[in-house]
T-cell receptor, first 114, second 110 residues
Framework: DAGVTQSPTHLIKTRGQQVTLRCSPISGHKSVSWYQQVLGQGPQFIFQYYEKEERGRGNFPDRFSARQFPNYSSELNVNALLLGDSALYLC?????????????FGPGTRLTVL | GQNIDQPTEMTATEGAIVQINCTYQTSGFNGLFWYQQHAGEAPTFLSYNVLDGLEEKGRFSSFLSRSKGYSYLLLKELQMKDSASYLCAGFTGGSYIPTFGRGTSLIVHP
């Protein structure tokens, strides 16, 4: 079975631009979570979606938004990019949202903001 | 959310055993994950502990003490490919969104 897929792999943008990152979960998984990981740190939670509804939001500004589609894929949008948004953006899927549901990560999108 | 604490860096010799510790807040604790992350790659799942005790999976074992707010990941017969960052992640209360520690960078040398 295919794992979590993300696109694009790498992205270079300039300050003020907008970016959309995409994620397809493992088949059968209904929950998708987004994380931001800067170098030397652990992943920081941004959003969690389940059955197209937002189930959790981390401490990120309103410039960050996301949505989940009927096929459970998801998009993360970031507006008005700042230099500090440069990071690895990880998508993780799980069957549901309960505690025993292990999150499986995609390869990530490396975003560089110049 | 959780407050996860783990050492920043550890070094060990090939063939040896290493223990990576993780402490967390016990209030409302629900479970704890360990992930391995090689440089430039996504985290991969190693273990999940919710009950006290040791769980063994091949060369890797994970231990949890709920009362002490303490976990460790034990790596045996270290190999060079085990050089990676090891992330401890826990969640509490009604939230099943894991909070990750900053990771422990393990360097295995010959």
């Amino acid at each position: 079975d295919a794992g979590v897929t993300q696109s694009p792999t790498h992205l270079i943008k300039t300050r003020g631009q907008q970016v959309t990152l995409r994620c397809s979960p493992i088949s059968g998984h209904k929950s998708v979570s987004w994380y931001q990981q800067v170098l030397g740190q652990g992943p920081q939670f941004i959003f969690q979606y389940y059955e197209k509804e937002e189930r959790g939001r981390g401490n990120f500004p309103d410039r960050f938004s996301a949505r989940q589609f009927p096929n459970y894929s998801s998009e993360l949008n970031v507006n008005a990019l700042l230099l500090g948004d440069s990071a690895l953006y990880l998508c993780a899927s799980s069957p549901g949202t309960s505690g025993g549901n292990t999150q499986y990560f995609g390869p990530g999108t490396r975003l560089t903001v110049l | 959310g959780q407050n996860i604490d783990q050492p920043t860096e550890m070094t060990a010799t090939e063939g040896a055993i290493v223990q990576i510790n993780c402490t967390y807040q016990t209030s409302g604790f629900n479970g704890l994950f360990w992930y391995q992350q090689h440089a430039g790659e996504a985290p991969t799942f190693l273990s999940y502990n919710v009950l006290d005790g040791l769980e063994e999976k091949g060369r890797f074992s994970s231990f949890l003490s709920r009362s002490k707010g303490y976990s460790y990941l034990l790596l045996k017969e270290l190999q060079m490919k085990d050089s990676a960052s090891y992330l401890c992640a826990g969640f509490t209360g009604g939230s099943y969104i894991p909070t990750f520690g900053r990771g422990t960078s393990l360097i295995v040398h010959p």
